[in-house]
């Protein structure tokens, strides 16, 4: 955040920091315990289990052994290491942190984001699914502004991707036009692939009314994994059906995530007038295999220096 001088610095900070402890309380309440993430990585590892992740972005420090290091990138690897070191996997463990993650920015500079979030781990699936969803959507709605949950899953698309015999070049292209909502350049990527009469020619239009899209998305099913996913989306519609916020929550099956650690339910939380995501998180259970045991595991982060912007405007 850039600041006018210290005393605004000062006031923002104050500010910031009640927001932090109501938010902490918020997460104790349901449970969940604070974890200290470790502010260094090692950059090989973290590279290796991170593919698709662009290592410019790393900010590398050299450290006294002469080996690379980072500082963290992304909280929810960093301290899953930390917790997989030191658990089997049960009981389910509850945890959340408040703390900074460190990029480098395009002009240069490194980038300092405050950021909380929470993470469950081992838990009941649809449980889980239902707390996290309603955790985040409470998160929203206390900004005392308009907004939207848009959720989605990973297995819907990967789960089509599956039934045709695609290269991954053209599978990577693919997915980034779905991202980029780039419906021309998708349509003579298609065409050219021959997969014009697909589920992928139709996927930008499976967005909005939850029912809606379900109906639409149910009709393009072809295996269990795609089934799975409309399931659990289903099933957290089921949650919200009967409370006014139903329409708060939007559904969107063309959304791919910037990370590649998801495989379940995903969803970002807007608000009204903010281009930027407020909130993300989602399902990853597959990807804790890495760490010696499967879990069921789902999470989210919130945004500290957005928050902070949009409370203090609606303030003002
Ligand atoms: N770490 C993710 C959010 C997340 C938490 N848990 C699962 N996903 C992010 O920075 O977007």
């Given at each position: 955040?850039?600041?006018?001088?210290?005393?605004?610095?000062?006031?923002?900070?104050?500010?910031?920091?009640?927001?932090?402890?109501?938010?902490?309380?918020?997460?104790?309440?349901m449970?969940?315990?604070?974890?200290e993430?470790?502010?260094?990585?090692?950059?090989?590892?973290?590279?290796?289990?991170?593919?698709?992740?662009?290592?410019?972005?790393?900010?590398?420090?050299?450290?006294?052994?002469?080996?690379?290091?980072?500082?963290?990138?992304?909280?929810?690897?960093?301290?899953?290491?930390?917790?997989?070191?030191?658990?089997?996997?049960?009981?389910?463990?509850?945890?959340?942190?408040?703390?900074?993650v460190?990029?480098?920015?395009?002009?240069?500079?490194?980038?300092?984001?405050?950021?909380?979030?929470?993470?469950?781990?081992?838990?009941?699936?649809?449980?889980?699914?239902?707390?996290?969803?309603?955790?985040?959507?409470?998160v929203?709605?206390?900004?005392?502004?308009?907004?939207?949950?848009?959720?989605?899953?990973?297995?819907?698309?990967?789960?089509?991707?599956?039934?045709?015999?695609?290269?991954?070049?053209?599978?990577?292209?693919?997915?980034?036009?779905?991202?980029?909502?780039?419906?021309?350049?998708?349509?003579?990527?298609?065409?050219?692939?021959?997969?014009?009469?697909?589920?992928?020619?139709?996927?930008?239009?499976?967005?909005?009314?939850?029912?809606?899209?379900?109906?639409?998305?149910?009709?393009?099913?072809?295996?269990?994994?795609?089934?799975?996913?409309?399931?659990?989306l289903?099933?957290?519609k089921?949650?919200?059906?009967?409370?006014?916020?139903?329409?708060?929550?939007?559904?969107?099956?063309?959304?791919?995530?910037?990370?590649?650690?998801?495989?379940?339910?995903?969803?970002?939380?807007?608000?009204?007038?903010?281009?930027?995501?407020?909130?993300?998180?989602?399902r990853?259970?597959?990807?804790?295999?890495?760490?010696?045991?499967?879990?069921?595991?789902?999470?989210?982060?919130?945004?500290?220096?957005?928050?902070?912007?949009?409370?203090i405007?609606?303030?003002?």
């Amino acid at each position: 955040m850039q600041f006018r001088n210290i005393l605004e610095e000062l006031e923002v900070t104050k500010f910031k920091k009640g927001i932090e402890r109501e938010m902490e309380n918020f997460f104790e309440d349901m449970g969940f315990s604070i974890i200290e993430p470790r502010v260094f990585e090692d950059y090989d590892d973290f590279i290796r289990s991170n593919s698709r992740w662009d290592s410019s972005k790393t900010v590398k420090v050299l450290g006294g052994d002469s080996r690379i290091y980072i500082l963290r990138p992304d909280i929810t690897t960093n301290i899953l290491s930390q917790i997989f070191s030191k658990w089997e996997g049960e009981p389910p463990l509850k945890v959340y942190y408040n703390s900074k993650v460190y990029r480098n920015e395009s002009r240069g500079k490194i980038l300092q984001n405050y950021q909380m979030g929470v993470e469950s781990l081992g838990d009941d699936i649809s449980k889980a699914d239902g707390e996290i969803v309603e955790m985040a959507m409470s998160v929203m709605s206390n900004l005392g502004e308009p907004y939207i949950l848009e959720m989605g899953s990973t297995k819907y698309l990967d789960g089509f991707f599956r039934e045709i015999n695609l290269n991954l070049q053209d599978e990577i292209e693919i997915r980034n036009l779905i991202s980029k909502k780039n419906s021309d350049s998708l349509k003579t990527k298609l065409k050219s692939l021959k997969l014009e009469n697909t589920i992928l020619d139709k996927i930008l239009d499976m967005q909005g009314d939850m029912k809606e899209v379900l109906d639409m998305a149910r009709a393009y099913e072809m295996n269990e994994e795609m089934k799975g996913a409309l399931d659990s989306l289903e099933r957290v519609k089921e949650l919200f059906i009967h409370k006014d916020i139903i329409g708060k929550v939007k559904l969107d099956l063309s959304m791919v995530p910037d990370l590649g650690y998801y495989d379940g339910i995903i969803f970002k939380g807007y608000c009204l007038g903010v281009p930027t995501k407020i909130l993300s998180g989602g399902r990853y259970d597959k990807w804790t295999k890495k760490y010696g045991v499967k879990v069921a595991a789902i999470g989210f982060m919130i945004d500290m220096d957005l928050v902070t912007r949009i409370r203090i405007k609606g303030e003002k």
